[in-house]
């Protein structure tokens, strides 16, 4: 982790400003913009590394690819987000669209098909239902035990079984996935750079629920415009005053990356220093409106279930979420 100043020159400056001035005076030269966060920061659109990592064989999905983009000191970052979804264990799937599963209910789904992952042979039997906004791996103990099925659109909803003892930890990695890579937004509402949001729920027959004694912490925010609306409290990676309003201009906006610790999923993992996570409703989330959350309704806001996310669930597009198990 790195806490140097850094000075970042918007794109249009620093082409015109190359032309004009030697490398410093660039940096005493108007338009540079100072950033002192814990953050690294790149600006402008990342440069495709995969176009689709999903194709919906029945109906329609948001393209889903991945990028990787330079900051200013040559470190590289995927954007959305490094994940395992190539070759991660898929999630049985409760609800997916593009694979024809739609069942009406829980009634009508076959939970005894559902593999046990085993964690410990004489733990006890656990099953989670979980819906992300749009995409999540869970990690139990640190063993990855299941990667969503579909990374961006449609939404849809999945069914794990794992056996464990108590106590246990459960780490996840929520992506909220970007049409616009490395600029997270993607065309909708009528703009081509609006930033969609993010949000994760989850119960499991045990009793654990997602709620607000989670621990969240965000390793990406994006699209920023001015970096003067970042602000960081007691390792929080705060960007409420941030714009989240879409715009047809938003091809130069910064990003904020934060490298994830290498043994973050695991047990053992110290993640006190992350701040709890923040609660939306369903109405902030938008899924009033999708089969794959109001089918099963009764295993997510109706077992007690929150979402959940960081302190912005708009802007921050890749975060992590533990929660120990007693
Ligand atoms: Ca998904
Ligand atoms: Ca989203
Ligand atoms: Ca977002």
């Known amino acids: 982790m790195k806490f140097n100043s850094q000075r970042i020159i918007p794109l249009p400056s620093a082409i015109a400003l190359t032309m004009a001035f030697s490398p410093l005076a660039l940096a005493s030269s108007d338009g540079v913009v100072e950033y002192s966060g814990s953050g690294s920061i790149t600006q402008g659109v990342a440069k495709t590394i995969e176009s689709n990592i999903f194709e919906c064989a029945n109906g329609r999905s948001r393209v889903a690819g991945i990028g990787e983009i330079t900051d200013a000191e040559g470190n590289v970052w995927t954007v959305p987000a490094k994940n395992n979804y190539a070759t991660g264990p898929k999630a049985v799937d409760l609800y997916e669209g593009c694979a024809n599963i739609t069942p009406k209910s829980l009634a009508d789904v076959d939970q005894d098909s559902v593999p046990v992952v085993v964690i410990d042979p004489d733990g006890e039997e656990v099953t989670?239902?979980?819906?992300?906004d749009n995409y999540f791996e869970?990690?139990?103990?640190?063993?990855?035990?299941?990667?969503?099925?579909v990374p961006f659109t449609p939404f849809n909803s999945n069914i794990v079984k794992f056996k464990v003892s108590k106590p246990y930890t459960i780490a996840i990695k929520a992506i909220d996935w970007e049409e616009?890579?490395?600029?997270?937004?993607?065309?909708?509402?009528?703009?081509?750079?609006?930033?969609?949001?993010?949000?994760?729920?989850?119960?499991?027959?045990?009793?654990?629920?997602?709620?607000?004694?989670?621990?969240?912490?965000?390793?990406?925010?994006?699209?920023?415009?001015?970096?003067?609306?970042?602000?960081?409290?007691?390792?929080?990676?705060?960007?409420?005053?941030?714009?989240?309003?879409?715009?047809?201009?938003?091809?130069?906006?910064?990003?904020?990356?934060?490298?994830?610790p290498d043994n973050w999923m695991a047990e053992d993992f110290d993640a006190s220093s992350w701040p709890?996570?923040?609660?939306?409703?369903?109405?902030?989330?938008?899924?009033?409106?999708?089969?794959?959350?109001?089918?099963?309704?009764?295993?997510?806001?109706g077992a007690g279930a929150s979402f959940i996310w960081s302190t912005n669930v708009v802007i921050d597009n890749e975060v992590l979420l533990r929660y120990e198990v007693k």
């Open 138 to 149: 869970l990690y139990i103990n640190g063993t990855l035990v299941a990667v969503d099925t």
């Open 128 to 132: 989670g239902y979980i819906f992300a």
């Open 276 to 301: 709890q996570a923040t609660l939306y409703s369903e109405d902030d989330i938008g899924v009033n409106n999708k089969k794959a959350y109001m089918n099963f309704i009764e295993k997510f806001s």
């Open 180 to 260: 616009n890579l490395g600029l997270g937004s993607e065309n909708n509402r009528g703009k081509k750079y609006h930033a969609g949001d993010g949000g994760f729920i989850a119960s499991f027959s045990d009793g654990t629920v997602t709620n607000a004694d989670w621990k969240a912490q965000t390793f990406y925010t994006s699209p920023v415009y001015d970096l003067s609306c970042l602000k960081e409290e007691d390792g929080r990676r705060l960007s409420e005053t941030c714009t989240t309003e879409g715009t047809d201009e938003g091809q130069d906006a910064y990003a904020i990356h934060w490298q994830t």
